[in-house]
């Protein structure tokens, strides 16, 4: 956990000349195989966060690290899953899960065999001939996340991904990311709205607080590894809850 995944230097950005800042001298750190939670109300700067580490947005000051690296061309380096999961429609699951290949020139007969090799660790053998209409909505986030993995970075941003659907599939596929994650220890940064999802989650949550943001507030989750969804009823984590929703509280009236 000491070497570095993602690194913000004394960043800036604001959209348009004149504008107040959304980042302003803005540090964040994220060490390699973390699993970091952003929580903050909407238009706090979480989306435009993401942005920057994707290369989407270029900060007006200071620098991006990834990996240790200093890192001007970001695009492809990470890994993204909407919100939504925009499967292609016209596309099967198998096709849908390579694009990542095939955009890196990897020719549709290997890019399917890595597909297949995969299936089974996801809970999707079987379905790789069938449409994403075919499919429910946690099993078509499964796809998602399947084709985030393929892009081979080892750093993954999360937005939302869970927030669509039912309260009983959103804590099945919760439990299963964890289990994902664990097994291959990718970096992960995950936005949510829902507090008790970041503290199941996550090993640190990352809270904006103010606009425009120099730092983040950090709480570290004091759960050991495996843990479950029982383990939220602690008093130290209702405790922590309290907190974060009363810290979300007062940004929102500001």
């Given at each position: ?6 690194t913000?230097?004394n ?14 001298d803005?540090?964040i ?13 909407s ?11 994707t ?19 970001r695009?492809g ?28 020139g ?46 081979g970075?080892?750093i ?35 936005i ?9 989650l ?10 425009p943001?120099s ?9 050991e590894?495996p843990?479950n969804?029982?383990?939220?009823n ?8 309290d907190?974060?929703i ?9």
């Amino acid at each position: 956990m000491n070497k570095s995944a993602l690194t913000f230097q004394n960043v800036s950005f604001h959209y348009e000349e004149g504008n107040t800042p959304i980042l302003q001298d803005f540090d964040i750190h994220i060490s390699k195989g973390e699993f970091v939670s952003i929580i903050g109300p909407s238009g706090s700067g979480k989306s435009t966060l993401f942005k920057l580490v994707t290369g989407l947005e270029q900060p007006t000051e200071g620098e991006i690290f990834l990996r240790g690296q200093l890192a001007t061309n970001r695009l492809g380096q990470v890994g993204y899953m909407p919100q939504q999961d925009l499967l292609l429609p016209w596309r099967t699951i198998i096709e849908n899960a390579a694009l990542p290949l095939e955009i890196k020139g990897i020719k549709k007969r290997e890019a399917h065999q890595q597909v297949l090799e995969l299936l089974e660790a996801f809970g999707l053998k079987g379905i790789e001939d069938c449409y994403p209409s075919d499919l429910s909505g946690g099993m078509r986030q499964r796809v998602s996340f399947l084709r985030t993995i393929l892009t081979g970075s080892q750093i993954l941003l999360l937005d939302e991904p869970f927030s669509a659907l039912d309260a009983i599939t959103r804590i099945s596929l919760q439990e299963w990311l964890i289990a994902q994650w664990q097994k291959r220890k990718e970096t992960i940064l995950f936005i949510t709205h829902d507090v008790n999802e970041a503290l199941f989650l996550s090993d640190r949550i990352f809270v904006f607080t103010e606009t425009p943001s120099s730092k983040l507030e950090e709480v570290k989750v004091p759960l050991e590894r495996p843990r479950n969804l029982k383990d939220l009823n602690k008093p130290a984590l209702l405790e922590m809850k309290d907190y974060l929703i009363d810290q979300l509280r007062k940004r929102m009236k500001l």
